[in-house]
């Protein structure tokens, strides 16, 4: 038996630790899971497109976005917004279905006081030596951004005890597994949940 409302993760974690690798391929095997694609200022990377990587827009865009209150959260990151749409998340949780969030510390921090029942996942870095060296060689930030999304990362490592699991991303596949087997794990909580008030309430609930 499932849950009338669907299940809201938030992978978070260091810039280059692999979150948005990771995301990919466990959204290449497991249908079931929803992307809540991000609203950002920052320009489009090469290859990124607008609806599917993210929504890009202007600051002054964005600004509106928050003035209406149209995002559950959002943050100054590196000298661009990023922000996660409202509207989206909670009609496809209300729709019964699970949506994921790939955002950074300071936005996940701010999702667990509106939706407290939220699973947080932090993605940590077999070593700070390996982050480094994706960040590097992802090859898509000037030196300047990179230091300043190190000096970032330093800051969000700090935060991972607020998180309720946390991941390390060493090899892709592992990584993936991990996070599915969280998922399993929380629908198998909530079934307990559901199970117990059963239970109690006796033929009520049939
Ligand atoms: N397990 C892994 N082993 C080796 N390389 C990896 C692994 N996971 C990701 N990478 C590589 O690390 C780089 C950073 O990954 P990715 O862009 O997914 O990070 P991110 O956390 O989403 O970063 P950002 O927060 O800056 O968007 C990429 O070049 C990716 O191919
Ligand atoms: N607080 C939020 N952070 C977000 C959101 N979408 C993405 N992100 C995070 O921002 C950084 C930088 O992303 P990049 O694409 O420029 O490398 C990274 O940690 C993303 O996970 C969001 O909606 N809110």
């Known amino acids: 038996m499932k849950d009338e409302q669907g299940i809201l993760f938030i992978l978070s974690g260091p810039s280059g630790v692999g ?3 990771v995301r990919k391929q466990l959204f290449e095997e497991d249908s079931e899971l929803q992307y809540s694609i991000s609203v950002t200022t920052r320009n489009p990377r090469e290859g990124e497109q607008d609806g599917v990587d993210y929504f890009f827009k202007s600051r002054d865009q964005f ?24 509207k989206y998340v909670e009609d496809t949780l209300k729709a019964g279905k699970d949506v994921f969030l790939e955002i950074e510390v300071q936005g996940a921090l701010k999702v667990r006081d509106t939706f407290p029942h939220g ?3 932090f993605l940590f870095p077999p070593s700070l030596d390996e982050l480094k060296n994706r960040i590097i060689n992802r090859g898509t930030e000037s030196e300047e951004l990179i230091r300043n999304r190190l000096l970032e990362a330093k800051k969000e490592i700090e935060m991972m005890d607020a998180y309720d699991y946390v991941v390390v991303n060493d090899e892709i596949d592992n990584a993936v597994r991990r996070i599915q087997s969280i998922v399993v794990s929380e629908h198998c909580k909530r079934e307990r949940v559901y199970q117990q008030y059963k239970k109690a309430l006796g033929s009520e609930l049939l």
């Open 119 to 121: 699973v947080f996942i």
């Open 19 to 21: 979150k948005g690798t």
């Open 63 to 86: 600004e509106d976005m928050i003035e209406q209150n149209e995002l559950i959260e959002y943050a100054e990151y590196v000298g661009n917004y990023y922000g996660t749409p409202k």
